[in-house]
């Protein structure tokens, strides 16, 4: 498994503008950890973005399907984005036991998890399901940089983690 952040990550100069860099470093680590390890899976509410950033930050480990073992799945009750329709349903009123534990659980609000799980669900196509995932991280990285404000110079080396040459 990938254990650590490039250094490069831990060299951006500071952005004056950007909120909490601690919890973007520790959102940007989860994803290239799932990226990387090929655990990352658009239309899996296990092992999507947001799946991902839920099963690190509760410490949940992932069986040979890519379900979560022990635990089940709350989150989509609050939101969820169907691959086939262009809306994502929300239900605040669910945001209530198990699934309001889930998404406290990664420092966000359940609206900022919705607007990443969108971008990643909603990514633009393409030919290899590699590529689908690369497009859809790229998509959470525009997200991640308007929650945070962080500057282009963060933004383009952050998706430059995403490399798995």
Same mark, same amino acid.
């Given at each position: @498994?990938?254990?650590?952040?490039?250094?490069?990550?831990?060299?951006?100069?500071?952005? /004056?503008?950007?909120?909490?860099?601690?919890?973007? +470093?520790?959102?940007?680590?989860?994803?290239?950890?799932?990226?990387? +390890?090929?655990? !990352?899976?658009?239309? %899996?509410?296990?092992?999507?973005?947001?799946?991902?950033?839920?099963?690190?930050? @509760?410490? !949940?480990?992932? +069986?040979? %399907? !890519? =379900?979560?073992?022990?635990?089940?799945?709350?989150?989509?009750?609050?939101?969820? /984005?169907?691959?086939?329709?262009?809306?994502?349903? =929300?239900?605040?009123?669910?945001?209530?036991?198990?699934?309001?534990?889930?998404?406290?659980? /990664?420092?966000?609000?359940?609206?900022?998890?919705?607007?990443?799980?969108?971008?990643?669900?909603?990514?633009?196509?393409?030919? /290899?399901?590699?590529?689908? @995932?690369? %497009?859809?991280? @790229?998509?959470?990285? +525009?997200?991640?940089?308007?929650?945070?404000?962080?500057?282009?110079?963060?933004? #383009? #080396?952050?998706?430059?983690?995403?490399?798995?040459?």
């Amino acid at each position: @498994m990938y254990s650590g952040l490039p250094p490069i990550i831990t060299k951006f100069k500071k952005c /004056t503008a950007m909120k909490n860099k601690e919890l973007f +470093d520790h959102t940007v680590k989860i994803l290239v950890n799932a990226y990387l +390890d090929n655990s !990352l899976v658009q239309g %899996n509410c296990h092992a999507c973005a947001v799946g991902n950033i839920i099963a690190a930050n @509760m410490h !949940l480990k992932y +069986d040979k %399907n !890519l =379900k979560w073992i022990g635990r089940q799945v709350a989150w989509p009750q609050v939101f969820v /984005t169907v691959s086939f329709e262009i809306a994502q349903v =929300k239900r605040p009123w669910n945001f209530t036991g198990a699934a309001k534990e889930q998404i406290n659980s /990664t420092g966000y609000t359940w609206q900022e998890l919705a607007r990443i799980e969108y971008a990643f669900e909603r990514a633009r196509f393409a030919k /290899t399901q590699e590529e689908r @995932m690369f %497009n859809g991280l @790229m998509a959470v990285i +525009d997200v991640l940089s308007q929650i945070y404000e962080i500057n282009e110079t963060t933004k #383009a #080396a952050t998706q430059g983690l995403f490399n798995k040459e």
